[in-house]
């Protein structure tokens, strides 16, 4: 069974990958067009592998998608090419309306159109799974939880970009019967992400000595979930989830911003015990807060947790610590991911 996946050069596709060709018997195509996101030397564990391939290709390019699923004729799509970063988009909306909105309704006409030249059999098993985030259900104060039923009030342009896209998933299967699937997942963290996102950009700043800039009090609360735990949560879904239904991932493990840095920066004293920036905890600086910040963000995952059997393997404090020592391990990796693309500035601030 061969899989589209979208977005595979970023942190959450390039792990989906190389859990699929480590632990699965699925072929996947790569579909991704390197922004400064996407980084092919994620994947050089299964570049050489018979059932990866790579396409470099905009899914804002309809004509050179429809000619990726002739070639490779896939059996289901896993969507996850976006742009992914708040901060970015308050500079710079435009990219997220582009990719975000129209770039997934191109793969969605591509592949409803495919589908069609498909015998019977393998329309019923296509899928079209759309990975998507929390931060489209908006706000929570100090109580409750995100769950699939609450209503989309999102408050960026990157969240609200998803909430339309996720918009977009569902009228193609209502009004057209495009058997699609839909994932709204809280916070990831783990190896290989870019260091723009509070725990990468946290550890490699407290590794230079720089200052780490926490929003407002720092008070603001996400829920967090290691990457892996996603992936398995994405194939779970995949395989055995609903058609037409959406599922919430999260990851039990609400934490305060602050709460977070001041972890990493505890951890990175006991792991670099001879570092000059000890205790890292002194480089943390309040900065203004990020425009229309969102509150609390948690997710009730009992939905995919009853119906497919899922839930998280990794406990906060365990992937935590497996994602600095991993930092502290590919410090050459960070330094050629953000080489050229971004030096650690603030973003975001609506200038
Ligand atoms: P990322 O920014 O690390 O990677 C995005 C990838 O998409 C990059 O490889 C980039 O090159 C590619 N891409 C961007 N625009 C493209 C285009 N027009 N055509 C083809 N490829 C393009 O993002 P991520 O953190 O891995 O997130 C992946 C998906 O998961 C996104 O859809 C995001 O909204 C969603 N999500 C992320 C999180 C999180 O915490 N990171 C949480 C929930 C959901």
């Known amino acids: 069974m061969k899989l589209l996946v979208t977005g595979g050069a970023g942190f959450i596709g390039s792990a989906l990958i190389r859990y699929l060709i480590a632990e699965t018997g699925y072929s996947v195509v790569n579909v991704d067009c390197l922004t400064y996101a996407g980084n092919l030397s994620t994947l050089q564990s299964v570049a050489s592998d018979s059932r990866y391939a790579f396409e470099k290709v905009n899914i804002c390019d309809a004509a050179a998608l429809q000619s990726v699923f002739e070639r490779h004729k896939p059996d289901a799509v896993m969507h996850l090419a976006a742009e992914s970063h708040v901060d970015r988009s308050i500079d710079g909306p435009s990219a997220f309306i582009q990719t975000n909105v129209v770039g997934t309704y191109n793969l969605l006409e591509v592949s409803r159109r495919y589908r069609a030249t498909l015998p019977e059999d393998q329309q019923q098993q296509f899928r079209f799974h759309h990975i998507s985030t929390d931060e489209v259900y908006g706000s929570l104060g100090d109580e409750g939880l995100f769950t699939e039923e609450t209503p989309y009030d999102p408050s960026s342009p990157y969240s609200s970009s998803k909430a339309a896209s996720d918009h977009l998933v569902r009228a193609w299967h209502r009004t057209y019967g495009l058997p699609v699937l839909v994932t709204n997942c809280s916070n990831n963290y783990g190896p290989f992400q870019f260091p723009e996102k509070l725990i990468p950009l946290t550890i490699t700043s407290a590794l230079e000595g720089r200052p780490l800039p926490v929003y407002g009090t720092g008070q603001n609360v996400r829920d967090w979930l290691y990457v892996d735990d996603h992936a398995r949560a994405l194939i779970a879904v995949l395989e055995r989830g609903t058609i037409g239904e959406t599922y919430n991932i999260g990851g039990n493990s609400e934490r305060q911003n602050i709460v977070v840095v001041r972890t990493i920066c505890s951890l990175l ?46 406990s906060f404090d365990s992937g935590l610590k497996k994602t600095v020592e991993w930092y502290l391990a590919n410090r050459e990796w960070c330094a050629k991911a953000v080489a050229d693309r971004y030096a650690g500035e603030r973003l975001g601030l609506k200038t």
């Open 269 to 314: 004293d006991e792991l670099v015990a001879d570092s000059k920036n000890r205790p890292h905890e002194k480089l943390i600086t309040f900065v203004t807060d990020r425009p229309g910040h969102d509150q609390r963000y948690a997710i009730d995952a009992a939905k995919i947790q009853r119906e497919l059997g899922w839930k998280p393997l990794e």
